[in-house]
């Protein structure tokens, strides 16, 4: 079997300013020591070693994949190349090229220590309702109070809510992206006075550092131009967005003319169209966040290779790593 691991933050969280949910450096260490105890970790350059095990109920194999390219992999790119191992990397490119993602600037917001989650929503809510901005839900478009009120329905989990309601109205529910990306400046400047440059350069990989760990063996795939939900775009968005980051990693060699081209889908989201394009464009694979075991049983399915989180991997009560389980 083809067991695919993902990861984001690989950090010890006291070391910054704002708490993200992590894998801390050892507990990577130790996971990593036990895949490679228990079976082989791939090469993602070796394509005929992963149809093997996808296709292999008997034997199994993990791939290590890094999403959203973070400087915390460096760490994992040399931990690995001392080992004689590689990953695969989805840094994307406007993540590369110095810009604040939306979806970081949220982590950071809502990590921040002391931080007022309420007020925080209430803001949100008023300038929401002072420009009418429209967000949709279920393929509806609604006002803010109607967007609140479904969330509110259980109050008994407001307290975990609170995290998921403030990040899908910033990163996906607010029907226009301009709208979008404004109100997510405006409350990220307001509540953690962050320059939001500054961040960015601090918390992705530059290229000269990816160069680095392509040298290092390891291996880039692409997560999009912006970081979006591909399966809300429109087929020429959609196709733009994946078009382009490939001919970006190309372009910059991060990827060779010879190499496998791996697509990550941002959020794990996706659609029909977002397969045809793959497959049109000649995109060797792709990752979801589907949960389990990867197989490969026809065309479609080789663009929904399920992955294990690494929280799948890892036993809280006894603090160690576990083979993959739900």
């Not at 917001?109 to 008023?126: A, F, P, Y």
């Not at 990550?264 to 979801?288: A, Q, W």
């Amino acid at each position: 079997m083809l067991d695919i691991i993902m990861y984001h933050y690989i950090r010890n969280n006291e070391e910054f300013s704002y708490d993200c949910y992590a894998r801390r450096k050892d507990e990577f260490i130790s996971q990593i020591d036990l895949f490679k105890k228990d079976s082989e970790i791939i090469n993602p350059y070796d394509l005929e070693k992963l149809k093997f095990y996808s296709s292999n109920k008997n034997e199994r194999g993990f791939l290590l994949t890094f999403d959203d390219g973070y400087k915390d992999h460096l760490f994992c790119s040399e931990y690995l190349s001392q080992n004689n191992l590689s990953g695969a990397f989805f840094a994307p490119i406007k993540a590369i090229e110095g810009e604040l993602l939306d979806v970081n600037a949220i982590h950071i917001l809502l990590g921040t220590r002391g931080v007022d989650k309420e007020k925080i929503l209430n803001d949100i809510t008023t300038h929401c309702r002072t420009n009418s901005i429209k967000l949709s839900n279920k393929k509806r478009s609604i006002y803010i109070d109607e967007y609140i009120k479904i969330f509110e329905h259980n109050k008994n989990h407001w307290d975990i809510s609170i995290n998921q309601i403030i990040k899908k109205i910033l990163q996906r529910d607010i029907i226009n992206a301009q709208d979008r990306k404004e109100l997510c400046e405006l409350i990220f400047k307001k509540y953690t006075q962050i320059n939001p440059y500054e961040a960015a350069n601090n918390l992705y990989l530059s290229k000269s550092e990816m160069i680095k760990m392509k040298a290092q063996g390891m291996f880039f795939g692409s997560h999009g131009l912006n970081h979006l939900w591909l399966g809300y775009l429109n087929k020429k968005d959609q196709f733009n967005e994946i078009k382009k980051s490939f001919d970006y990693l190309l372009v910059n060699n991060f990827i060779n003319n010879d190499d496998p081209l791996i697509m990550c889908y941002p959020f794990g989201s996706y659609s029909k169209d977002t397969l045809s394009i793959l497959i049109n464009l000649n995109i060797t694979f792709s990752l979801t966040t589907n949960v389990g075991s990867a197989s490969i049983t026809n065309e479609f399915s080789l663009h929904e290779l399920s992955r294990w989180d690494t929280n799948h991997c890892w036993n809280n009560e006894f603090r160690k790593p576990t083979l993959p389980f739900i």
